[in-house]
T-cell receptor
Framework: GNSVTQMEGPVTLSEEAFLTINCTYT??????LFWYVQYPGEGLQLLLK?????DKGSNKGFEATYRKETTSFHLEKGSVQVSDSAVYFC?????????????FGSGTRLLVRP | EPEVTQTPSHQVTQMGQEVILRCVPI?????FYWYRQILGQKVEFLVS????????KSEIFDDQFSVERPDGSNFTLKIRSTKLEDSAMYFC?????????????FGPGTRLTVT
């Protein structure tokens, strides 16, 4: 079946460190890929997306590239800030799916220390 | 910026009671969803709704669950007879799904505690 696997957290970094959160997927077709972020006490916010192979999604200094050959969509940021502390979810959906439901990974908590 | 809202933010209920979770999707969106997240686990799809009917539901969404869009703005999830294992955070989401814009926008969630 279709699934998303994320690296276990928590990930603890110092401010200005480089961030990578790994995400790989298993899918029967060619999904669209997303990263959502959940700040403490808030709902899920779309961070970035990519809809086809080699697309790069980017927003707020975060980037992720859709790699079909490795079935991956790793999230990166060059210099994290304390305000980036949150839980990050990788997710996929299929545009041919009748409902476009999202399939999520288990989430990775990021803690950035000053 | 338009946003999805959910009420209540926290609901405590006794096992066997009925609960209704409410959501107000973004006004021009036509596709609506419920997801849930049991503490420490993945966010799981429950149901999608379009044109006043369910378009897809998961195995979790059994006969105890129902959804409704009673008027032009609200979208509700009803659990008829709650069980302990229904304790979770429930998220509502909506999507425009027009001209390639099919991202889902989520509400802040309702934390349901069944005692």
């Amino acid at each position: 079946g279709n699934s998303v696997t994320q690296m276990e957290g928590p990930v603890t970094l110092s401010e200005e460190a480089f961030l990578t959160i790994n995400c790989t997927y298993t899918a029967t077709g060619y999904p669209s890929l997303f990263w959502y972020v959940q700040y403490p006490g808030e709902g899920l916010q779309l961070l970035l997306k990519a809809t086809k192979a080699d697309d790069k999604g980017s927003n707020k200094g975060f980037e992720a590239t859709y790699r079909k050959e490795t079935t991956s969509f790793h999230l990166e940021k060059g210099s994290v800030q304390v305000s980036d502390s949150a839980v990050y979810f990788c997710a996929l959906t299929f545009r041919g799916d009748s409902s476009y439901k999202l399939i999520f990974g288990s989430g990775t908590r990021l803690l950035v220390r000053p | 910026e338009p946003e999805v809202t959910q009420t209540p933010s926290h609901q405590v209920t006794q096992m066997g009671q009925e609960v209704i979770l409410r959501c107000v999707p973004i006004s021009n969106h036509l596709y609506f969803y419920w997801y849930r997240q049991i503490l420490g686990q993945k966010v799981e799809f429950l149901v999608s709704f379009y044109n006043n009917e369910i378009s897809e539901k998961s195995e979790i969404f059994d006969d105890q669950f129902s959804v409704e869009r009673p008027d032009g703005s609200n979208f509700t999830l009803k659990i008829r007879s709650t069980k302990l294992e229904d304790s979770a955070m429930y998220f509502c989401a909506s999507s425009e799904r027009k001209e390639g814009r099919y991202e889902q926008y989520f509400g802040p969630g309702t934390r349901l505690t069944v005692t």
